[in-house]
C-alpha cells in the first residue's frame, strides 16, 4: 500500500510538472505572438512636435527678414505656426510690415521708434547699406494676409506682436490690424500677444471695436 501510495504521488506530481511546462509554453507563445506584431513606428517613434517659427523665417538658411518667398517655403517644409513681430510707419494711411522695429531701427542707424518713420525713408536706409544695390521693404500686413489667403489649408496659427505697446496711438492702430484682418476674412488665423493684463484689456476692447474674436 505504501509502494502504491508513492507510485501515485509521484505520478501526480509529474502530471503537475507537465501541466505548468505546457501552461508556461502557451504564455510563452501568446506573448510571443503579440510583441511579434506590434508595429515598429508605435514602438519606436516618438509623436512628431509642434514647431513653431519665430519671426517667419530660417535663420539656418542664411535668411535675416521676413518676407512672402520665407514664409511660403517655411510653410511647404511643414511649419504651420509663426510668431511675427508687427510695427507700423509714419505713412498716411499707415502701413504696418512684420520685423522687429528694434533691430531695424539699430541697423539702418535711425533715430526714435519706427513709428516716427515713412516707408521711404525705411526703403532709402535699405538701400543704403545693400551690398547689392537692391533692396526691398520689409512683409508688410498687406502681403501676409494675400499670403494666408492663398495657403489658408498650409497655415496653423500666425501670433502677431504689435510693438511700441506704450505709444499713444497703440490701441487705435491694433483696431485698424483687426478691422484688416476680419475684411479679408482671415482673423481665424491669428492671435494676439499681450504681455500684461492691461494690454488683454486693450486687445479685448479691440477685437470688439472691429467685430471680431481673437485669441490672446
Same mark, same amino acid.
Request: hydrophobic share 40%; charged share 20%.
Given at each position: 500500500m505504501r509502494r502504491r501510495a508513492s507510485i501515485t504521488m509521484h505520478s501526480r506530481r509529474q502530471h503537475i510538472l507537465a501541466l505548468s511546462l505546457l501552461t508556461l509554453v502557451a504564455v510563452s507563445l501568446v506573448v510571443?505572438?503579440?510583441?511579434?506584431?506590434?508595429?515598429?513606428?508605435?514602438?519606436?517613434?516618438?509623436?512628431?512636435?509642434?514647431?513653431?517659427?519665430?519671426?517667419?523665417?530660417d535663420a539656418g538658411a542664411g535668411e535675416t527678414s521676413a518676407s512672402a518667398?520665407?514664409?511660403?517655403?517655411?510653410?511647404?517644409?511643414?511649419?504651420?505656426?509663426?510668431?511675427?513681430?508687427?510695427?507700423?510707419?509714419?505713412?498716411?494711411?499707415?502701413?504696418?510690415?512684420?520685423?522687429?522695429?528694434?533691430?531695424?531701427?539699430?541697423?539702418?542707424?535711425?533715430? !526714435? *521708434?519706427?513709428?516716427?518713420?515713412? %516707408?521711404?525713408?525705411? /526703403?532709402? #536706409? @535699405?538701400?543704403a547699406s545693400?551690398?547689392? !544695390? *537692391?533692396?526691398?521693404?520689409?512683409? %508688410?500686413?498687406?502681403h /501676409?494676409? #494675400? @499670403?494666408?489667403?492663398?495657403?489658408?489649408?498650409? *497655415?496653423?496659427?500666425i501670433s502677431l506682436e504689435l510693438k511700441e505697446p506704450g505709444h499713444v496711438n497703440w490701441s487705435s492702430q491694433l483696431r485698424r490690424v483687426l478691422i484688416i484682418l476680419r475684411r479679408a476674412n482671415v482673423l481665424d488665423k491669428f492671435a494676439f500677444i499681450a504681455d500684461s493684463p492691461a494690454q488683454a484689456a486693450v486687445h479685448r476692447r479691440g477685437q470688439q471695436g472691429a467685430g471680431g474674436d481673437v485669441a490672446l
Open positions: 510571443g505572438a503579440g510583441l511579434r506584431y506590434i508595429p515598429v513606428a508605435d514602438a519606436c517613434d516618438p509623436p512628431m512636435p509642434r514647431v513653431i517659427s519665430h519671426r517667419g523665417f518667398e520665407t514664409v511660403h517655403r517655411l510653410l511647404q517644409s511643414g511649419v504651420r505656426s509663426f510668431d511675427l513681430d508687427l510695427f507700423w510707419t509714419a505713412d498716411e494711411p499707415v502701413e504696418f510690415y512684420v520685423g522687429h522695429p528694434g533691430s531695424l531701427t539699430a541697423k539702418l542707424g535711425l533715430k !526714435g *521708434v519706427m513709428s516716427s518713420h515713412k %516707408s521711404a525713408t525705411l /526703403l532709402d #536706409r @535699405l538701400l545693400s551690398n547689392s !544695390g *537692391v533692396a526691398h521693404l520689409p512683409l %508688410s500686413l498687406s /501676409l494676409v #494675400r @499670403l494666408v489667403q492663398r495657403e489658408r489649408e498650409a *497655415v496653423g496659427t
